[in-house]
């Protein structure tokens, strides 16, 4: 009997055994929450002195202070590292709240963090600054940018759609009356497509017009036409496209100085136009020309594109351009319209320039980190605005058919604007499912 007892606590070991190792592997969630929280959160609390003391991340006491520990406590005067506010565990990592001590800044901790890292055994420590002499050390238990799951609670807004996830576990948001032009940059096969479809799943359900401009001869924004407000598929119908909406931002700015209001949402709610949201596929499309006579109409939509990107937040609408290189080369008005643009996102490029071009002049340090994404990991981007601060994100995996069909669910939802119902694309009737044999059984005839 006590052999057997033996056997079967040692197959139950090695069956837990396992689990963990499959949970490691498969539902790292689960497996960090059983092991990996209460093992860092114990090496944290233990160890956390003498870390912070070897990355050089402390200072010495007050004169008060060293009195007190040399006269009363009868101790050697130790440094002093910054003092733990707060620690909360997560499902995908740990959150430190630090109070720094005077002499040091946010900036030699953000220094140290790799060195943090290493310590304590986590997969990323990302620094941020809460308040005046307040930060946070976001640890990561693994590497969440892996197999992204998007938490299934997320508080969204008006114009905020939730599109990634950000390395230390947060939720990357598109918040468009925050960041009102964006500029998204990448290499072919790069996760491009996949970030503008999380921002129209995004968007069809909410109470916004869509304007796709895609000169690609409409293959990537075609299957959402019925949510389309607008669709252009060639340079001609893109310029006359953005012609109407500079007309639409300056008949808003009549209304807006109507009512004596500085900007869309103060206008009141009955009165107020729909935001409307352009989405350009490969802006370089519109740049580009083949022949001399084309070059007035380039011209021409830049201008447009320019002034739109200068003025046409006030009024609600915005600009999401896309492309795989946005440089001085594209020619006359290229780095204008790039200098609006003050969200980036740009995922693997070819070159280091093409990186510089969307991260150099507002985040220099996250040039190096776009350059290091890998090609097998389609998504991965770096998220830059233009307070200086960046991130590295990865958009879900969807499908445009997925897209299609909450573009087709939320139809219902199109604004009625007459300007642009000339470009509104056509709907192609859903197909008929084929009536399959019949399972009824006739019933006899009797004569």
Same mark, same amino acid.
């Given at each position: 009997m006590t052999d057997l007892t033996t056997a079967l606590e040692a197959t139950g070991a090695i069956a837990g055994v396992g689990g963990l190792g499959y949970a490691k592997v498969r539902a790292p969630r689960v497996y960090w929450s059983l092991v990996g929280l209460p093992v860092t959160w114990g090496r944290f609390t233990v160890t956390y002195g003498a870390t912070m003391d070897v990355c050089g991340l402390t200072v010495q006491p007050s004169r008060l202070r060293a009195f007190m520990v040399r006269n009363v406590a009868r101790r050697e005067?130790?440094?002093?590292?910054?003092?733990?506010?707060?620690?909360?565990?997560?499902?995908?990592?740990?959150?430190?709240?630090?109070?720094?001590?005077?002499?040091?800044?946010?900036?030699?901790?953000?220094?140290?963090?790799?060195?943090?890292?290493?310590?304590?055994?986590?997969?990323?420590?990302?620094?941020?600054?809460?308040?005046?002499?307040?930060?946070?050390?976001?640890?990561?238990? %693994?590497?969440?940018?892996?197999?992204?799951?998007?938490?299934?609670?997320?508080?969204?807004?008006?114009?905020?759609?939730?599109?990634?996830?950000?390395?230390?576990?947060?939720?990357?948001?598109?918040? %468009?009356?925050?960041?009102?032009?964006?500029?998204?940059?990448?290499?072919?096969?790069?996760?491009?497509?996949?970030y503008q479809r999380n921002l129209i799943k995004g968007l069809a359900p909410q109470p916004v017009g869509l304007i796709g401009i895609d000169c690609k001869r409409g293959v990537e924004q075609g299957s959402y036409a019925p949510r389309l407000s607008a669709l252009a598929t060639t340079p001609d119908e893109a310029d006359c496209v953005l012609e109407v909406l500079v007309k639409e931002m300056e008949d808003r700015f009549d209304l807006l100085a109507q009512y004596r209001v500085a900007d869309l949402w103060s206008l009141p709610e009955n009165?107020?136009?729909?935001?409307?949201?352009?989405?350009?596929?490969?802006?370089?499309?519109?740049?580009?020309?083949?022949?001399?006579?084309?070059?007035?109409?380039?011209?021409?939509?830049?201008?447009?594109?320019?002034?739109?990107?200068?003025?046409?937040?006030?009024?609600?609408?915005?600009?999401?351009?896309?492309?795989?290189?946005?440089?001085?080369?594209?020619?006359?008005?290229?780095?204008?319209?790039?200098?609006?643009?003050?969200?980036r996102v740009v995922h693997r490029v070819n070159d280091k320039q093409t990186a510089e071009m969307g991260l150099g002049d507002i985040a220099p340090d996250a040039v190096v980190a776009a350059t290091a994404i890998a090609p097998d990991r389609p998504g991965?981007?770096?998220?830059?605005?233009?307070?200086?601060?960046?991130?590295?994100?990865?958009?879900?995996?969807?499908?445009?058919?997925?897209?299609?069909?909450?573009?087709?669910e939320f139809a219902h939802l199109v604004p009625d604007l007459p300007a642009l119902a000339p470009f509104r694309p056509a709907v192609a009737a859903a197909p008929t499912p084929a009536a399959g044999p019949s399972l009824v059984k006739p019933r006899p005839v009797t004569k």
């Open positions: 005067v130790q440094p002093v590292p910054p003092k733990v506010r707060r620690v909360k565990g997560t499902s995908t990592g740990l959150i430190v709240s630090l109070r720094i001590p005077a002499g040091l800044e946010p900036a030699d901790v953000v220094a140290a963090s790799e060195r943090l890292r290493h310590a304590w055994g986590v997969h990323s420590v990302t620094v941020v600054e809460t308040k005046p002499g307040v930060v946070e050390l976001r640890m990561t238990g %693994y590497d969440v940018l892996r197999r992204v799951r998007m938490p299934r609670r997320i508080k969204a807004g008006p114009m905020v759609v939730p599109v990634a996830l950000r390395e230390d576990g947060s939720v990357f948001e598109r918040d %468009y009356r925050k960041v009102p032009m964006a500029l998204t940059l990448g290499a072919n096969f790069s996760g491009k497509s996949m009165v107020r136009p729909v935001p409307l949201v352009v989405l350009v596929d490969e802006v370089a499309e519109l740049f580009l020309v083949v022949v001399k006579k084309d070059e007035e109409r380039r011209d021409r939509m830049v201008m447009q594109m320019v002034r739109l990107a200068q003025m046409a937040r006030a009024v609600g609408i915005y600009l999401e351009v896309c492309g795989q290189r946005f440089g001085s080369e594209l020619g006359r008005g290229a780095t204008m319209l790039r200098a609006q643009l003050t969200g991965v981007a770096v998220a830059g605005d233009t307070s200086g601060g960046w991130s590295r994100i990865r958009t879900p995996q969807i499908t445009a058919d997925e897209v299609a069909g909450v573009c087709r």
